[in-house]
């Protein structure tokens, strides 16, 4: 696309804003901040001038374009249909563009497009953490041991290490049995693959459990989203189209159990496909896209549940409630759990400034608006923070393990699994 024609898609989207600043109240950069730079209107603005000729495409617009959680609270609270979400990407990538992106970057993103070299790099990366990482003083993760070049980990920084086995290698390609309820294929991300493959068997375990055949291919590719948000849409068009070609099978449903990949497929990659075939094959792939907390609420069978007497709280991932429109599923399943005491915390919805590489970026900042989260789950009381992104679950974990907290965090699918099993050992119990 001509420099012309993005600038013309801009404009479309730069008339609406009235200026009313809407999106100053609820952008969690701005709150930290308290600069108008940091919110949608003032970004609009800096793109407004870029059209005009008044402003350049310089690395520092780059940098004020980055700063920013793409949360979308500023789509959701704009009440004249800005979609600023759309011209932040695209301005990164115009920044992209024009001022290239940081070397780790563009080799990171292009890595992604080896599969295989990609999971090779992880699996020797696995071996070799200790050599780079040392156990927490809390053991609850992984730290540093010193400035890695390029990694961009802050050495305060807890991280959960990469799991010994990955998930797909845990699980056979293909899970059936007798008299199917139907078939879902289950797209399983980066993140439960090499960092949490347990709540990827949950997950797993979840769909058979309800009577669903599965398929867990060995050959999806990352989702795309670290590139394409980093401005790299051409490595995320690559990676949606290998994962539509993947995805394309005789299937019922597409399974996602990580927010921003399950946005990815569902949405976002019908702004970057740009091959008809591709996109044809696309749109029948989103419509069958579903988070594994709105599987359970739309065909679980709460008669299985067995009781968890457990206090739990949930943090709305912005690509959950804002990305796919989940957020009353896992509610509804919580309160079919007997005795689950789940106690809702104030501003769940609010990000909590995990946001992809901003909080590598930006870790000071990130900290500060995890912070407020942090506040509202300890004044609910509960022990435990579930939440369905993977990203928000290794943020919220370090600034627990930061402050001392002894509250634990649970994918939502760990959770579900953990009350289907209680409702077996009671069944059993019952013989
Ligand atoms: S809320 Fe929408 S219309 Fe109002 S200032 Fe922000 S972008 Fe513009
Ligand atoms: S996406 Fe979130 S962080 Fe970015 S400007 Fe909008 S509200 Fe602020």
Redesign the pocket.
């Given at each position: 696309m001509s420099e012309e024609h993005v600038q013309e898609q801009w404009k479309k989207q730069l008339v609406k804003c009235i200026r009313c600043g809407t999106?100053r109240s609820?952008?969690?950069?701005?709150k930290e901040e308290n600069s108008e730079n940091?919110?949608?209107r003032g970004?609009v603005q800096l793109l407004e001038g870029v059209v005009e000729g008044n402003v350049k495409l310089t690395p520092i617009l780059q940098e004020r374009f980055n700063k920013?959680?793409?949360?979308?609270?500023?789509?959701k609270g704009c009440p004249s249909g800005v979609r600023?979400?759309l011209l932040?990407l695209s301005a990164r990538q115009a920044n992209a563009r024009k001022n290239s992106l940081p070397l780790v970057k563009r080799v990171a993103f292009k890595g992604l497009t080896f599969r295989k070299l990609f999971d090779t790099g992880l699996r020797f990366g696995s071996v070799m953490q200790n050599v780079f990482m040392k156990k927490s003083a809390d053991g609850r993760g992984n730290q540093a041991r010193f400035n890695i070049p390029g990694s961009g980990l802050d050495l305060r920084r807890i991280i959960p290490p990469l799991a010994d086995k990955p998930l797909r290698d845990r699980i056979p390609e293909k899970i059936t049995g007798e008299n199917a309820k139907g078939k879902a294929v289950f797209f399983t991300g980066c993140m439960l693959n090499y960092i949490y493959p347990e709540a990827g068997e949950a997950v797993v375990n979840i769909l058979r459990k309800n009577g669903w055949d599965v398929t867990v291919p060995s050959d999806q590719a990352c989702c795309g989203t670290p590139a394409f948000t980093s401005g790299d849409q051409d490595t995320g068009r690559k990676l949606a189209a290998d994962n539509v070609r993947v995805l394309s099978g005789d299937y019922d449903l597409v399974i996602t159990a990580c927010a921003s990949c399950g946005a990815a497929l569902k949405n976002e990659y019908g702004e970057i496909i740009q091959d008809e075939d591709t996109r044809r094959k696309w749109e029948k792939i989103s419509a069958k896209v579903m988070d594994i907390s709105e599987f359970v609420e739309k065909f679980g069978d709460p008669g299985l549940f067995g009781p968890l007497p457990l206090k739990i709280t949930y943090h709305d991932a912005?690509h959950l409630v804002r990305g796919m429109d989940v957020s009353k599923q896992p509610r509804q399943v919580f309160a079919a759990v007997p005795k689950l005491d789940f106690r809702d915390m104030k501003d769940a919805d609010v990000?909590c400034g995990a946001?992809g590489t901003f909080s590598m970026v930006y870790y000071d900042l990130s900290r500060r608006i995890n912070d407020h989260k942090l506040d509202n789950a300890a004044d609910t009381g509960a022990d435990y923070l579930v939440t369905g992104c993977s990203a928000c679950r290794m943020h919220i974990t370090d600034g627990l393990s930061q402050r001392g907290s002894n509250m634990k965090v649970m994918h939502t699918a760990e959770l579900i699994d953990m009350a289907y099993k209680s409702g077996e050992n009671q069944k059993k119990g019952g013989k």
């Open positions: 999106c609820v952008c969690p950069v701005f940091t919110t949608a970004k920013c959680l793409l949360c979308k609270a500023c789509v600023t979400d932040f912005c990000c946001g």
